[in-house]
T-cell receptor, first 115, second 113 residues
Framework: KAGVTQTPRYLIKTRGQQVTLSCSPISGHRSVSWYQQTPGQGLQFLFEYFSETQRNKGNFPGRFSGRQFSNSRSEMNVSTLELGDSALYLC??????????????FGEGSWLTVV | QKEVEQDPGPLSVPEGAIVSLNCTYSNSAFQYFMWYRQYSRKGPELLMYTYSSGNKEDGRFTAQVDKSSKYISLFIRDSQPSDSATYLCAMSVGAGGGNKLTFGTGTQLKVEL
């Protein structure tokens, strides 16, 4: 069974640009969450989508947005990139919403560098 | 103050040692407690999961949760060089919080030959 797939794996953007990251969850999973991981702040929750609806949102500015499609694939977008947005962006999928943590699987992440 | 505190280490131990990793938390609504292992440039991999207080053992790994003290631990017995990774504790409130996980900052572990 294929795992959570994130693309692209590595990318470099210039300050002020925007970026879109993609996540394909495990087949049959309907919940997709996004996290930002940095050396200073660790893993921080961005948002969660379930059946195309945003169900949960973390404490990030409006420049960070996401969406989920009918096939459960998800994208997140960061506009007007800042140097501090350089991070590993992780996607996690789960079969259902609000169940215990042992159903949550992470992808390998997308490494974003803003220069 | 962060909701979840974890000693970042780094922690260096000889092969075969018993490793103890710990997290404290402040949100009493947390009910589900997890430990993830993350190798360099990889995504987190779920190691252990515990619901509410108690102990859980899986091979060389034992997870303990003490909700009265808001303290969780992961013990690794007979540590191996392959255990060298960053260990992250994570917690969730359960159904009301969706699948949102709150993580500690991670402890870097190195097991040396």
């Amino acid at each position: 069974k294929a795992g959570v797939t994130q693309t692209p794996r590595y990318l470099i953007k210039t300050r002020g640009q925007q970026v879109t990251l993609s996540c394909s969850p495990i087949s049959g999973h309907r919940s997709v969450s996004w996290y930002q991981q940095t050396p200073g702040q660790g893993l921080q929750f961005l948002f969660e989508y379930f059946s195309e609806t945003q169900r949960n949102k973390g404490n990030f500015p409006g420049r960070f947005s996401g969406r989920q499609f009918s096939n459960s694939r998800s994208e997140m977008n960061v506009s007007t990139l800042e140097l501090g947005d350089s991070a590993l962006y992780l996607c996690a999928s789960s079969a259902v919403q609000g169940v215990n943590g042992n159903t949550i699987y992470f992808g390998e992440g997308s490494w974003l560098t803003v220069v | 103050q962060k909701e979840v505190e974890q000693d970042p280490g780094p922690l260096s131990v000889p092969e075969g040692a018993i490793v103890s990793l710990n997290c404290t938390y402040s949100n009493s609504a947390f009910q589900y407690f997890m430990w993830y292992r993350q190798y360099s440039r990889k995504g987190p991999e779920l190691l252990m999961y515990t619901y509410s207080s108690g102990n859980k053992e899986d091979g060389r790994f034992t997870a303990q949760v003490d909700k009265s003290s808001k303290y969780i631990s992961l013990f690794i017995r007979d540590s191996q060089p392959s255990d060298s990774a960053t260990y992250l504790c994570a917690m969730s409130v359960g159904a009301g919080g969706g699948n949102k996980l709150t993580f500690g900052t991670g402890t870097q572990l190195k097991v040396e030959l």
